[in-house]
């Protein structure tokens, strides 16, 4: 087991789900394949995109076998784990049993710990198998910096996924433990923020808009490495920006957006089918994202497009 964390840019497949509510487990490897074939670093699947909350315990399987059978090792499959301590060690185990990598330890449920607590559960998780984990700080998980130093002294924590946005406490963890393990960067719309955690040590994103124009978030990233700010620029006005004004306008969008950008590009999804609490994609919303989506494939082209 290498004991580190993937780099670059990091794919977070919804799971595709048909009209009668079931997982559309072909719809969801040719999504998968196509991040493949857009050259992500890694696939993490049964996360916060994949609707992690609303998968029952078979479900959650069955997307780890198509996860693996599509992925065939090419890349690193992680899957998410959390909520209660018994399913997440649970779901750890199951992830362990079909050989994926490792797995992002989501927030506890509902619960505010202390730091005591939240050391705890993420020790608890972490030990529970041999696979590489990550954790993610976001929501009721908040974590000083000596919970963090003791988290990283146990082997199996390769990497801290930020979805909380402090800068001052994220440069207090990145000075104080360096490349003890790896830095991704999970705010929400994360090309918005990577300017400013690219200096701080992140060397990677989970990307929403990677789902549905994967080259796009390519070149951003690329620009960012380089130094080309024009080019940064031009994609923030063209397509980050505006996707993420409307990403703020629905509660939940942080999936149901995701669905209606890959049904716009002509991945095989159906944007409503989503599981409540998320709902779909309001008609107005969906114009303007596929306007953007329209001007942005005209500037940016892509091979692996498929309609629009």
């Known amino acids: 087991?290498?004991?580190?964390?993937?780099?670059?840019?990091l794919g977070f497949p919804v799971t595709p789900f048909d009209s009668q509510g079931n997982i559309d487990e072909l719809a969801l490897s040719q999504n998968i394949q196509?991040?493949?074939?857009?050259?992500?670093?890694?696939?993490?699947?049964?996360?916060?995109?994949?609707?992690?909350?609303?998968?029952?315990?078979?479900?959650?399987?069955?997307?780890?076998?198509?996860a693996t059978a599509t992925v065939k090792?090419?890349?690193?499959?992680?899957?998410?784990?959390?909520?209660?301590?018994?399913?997440?060690?649970?779901?750890?185990?199951?992830?362990?049993?079909?050989?994926?990598?490792?797995?992002?330890?989501m927030p506890a449920y509902l619960i505010n710990g202390e730091q005591e607590g939240i050391y705890q559960y993420v020790h608890s998780i972490a030990t529970s198998t041999n696979l590489?984990?990550?954790?993610?700080?976001?929501?009721?998980?908040?974590?000083?910096?000596?919970t963090i130093e003791r988290?990283?002294?146990?082997?199996?924590?390769?990497?801290?996924?930020?979805?909380?946005?402090s800068m001052e406490h994220i440069i207090e963890f990145t000075q104080s433990i360096g490349n003890k393990i790896g830095w991704l960067n999970g705010m929400p719309m994360a090309e918005v923020t990577m300017p400013a955690y690219i200096p701080l040590g992140f060397d990677s994103y989970s990307s929403a808009i990677s789902n549905y124009i994967p080259h796009i978030s390519r070149k951003f990233y690329d620009a960012l490495l380089e130094g080309d700010q024009t080019t940064v620029n031009?994609?923030?006005?063209?397509?980050?920006?505006?996707?993420n004004r409307i990403r703020r306008q629905g509660k939940g969008y942080a999936i149901s957006l995701i669905k209606a950008g890959m049904e716009i590009v002509g991945l095989p999804i159906n944007?409503?089918?989503?599981?409540?609490?998320?709902?779909?994609?309001?008609?107005?919303?969906?114009?303007?994202?596929?306007?953007?989506?329209?001007?942005?494939?005209i500037k940016y082209p892509s091979n692996l497009t498929k309609s629009l």
Not at 74 to 100: M, R
């Open 234 to 243: 031009e994609i923030y006005q063209d397509v980050i920006l505006p996707i």
């Open 151 to 165: 988290l990283v002294e146990i082997p199996q924590i390769v990497g801290f996924k930020d979805g909380h946005g």
């Open 1 to 9: 087991m290498k004991r580190n964390a993937p780099t670059g840019i």
């Open 73 to 105: 090792g090419k890349v690193p499959v992680y899957t998410g784990v959390g909520g209660n301590l018994s399913d997440a060690i649970y779901k750890a185990k199951i992830s362990e049993k079909h050989g994926v990598d490792g797995y992002l330890i």
């Open 34 to 66: 196509y991040l493949l074939d857009s050259g992500l670093e890694a696939i993490f699947v049964a996360c916060g995109a994949g609707e992690f909350h609303s998968l029952e315990n078979r479900e959650y399987e069955s997307i780890i076998e198509v």
């Open 271 to 297: 944007s409503k089918n989503v599981r409540p609490p998320v709902t779909p994609v309001k008609h107005e919303h969906y114009e303007q994202l596929e306007e953007i989506l329209k001007k942005a494939l």
């Open 132 to 146: 590489n984990a990550i954790v993610y700080q976001r929501d009721n998980v908040v974590m000083t910096l000596d």
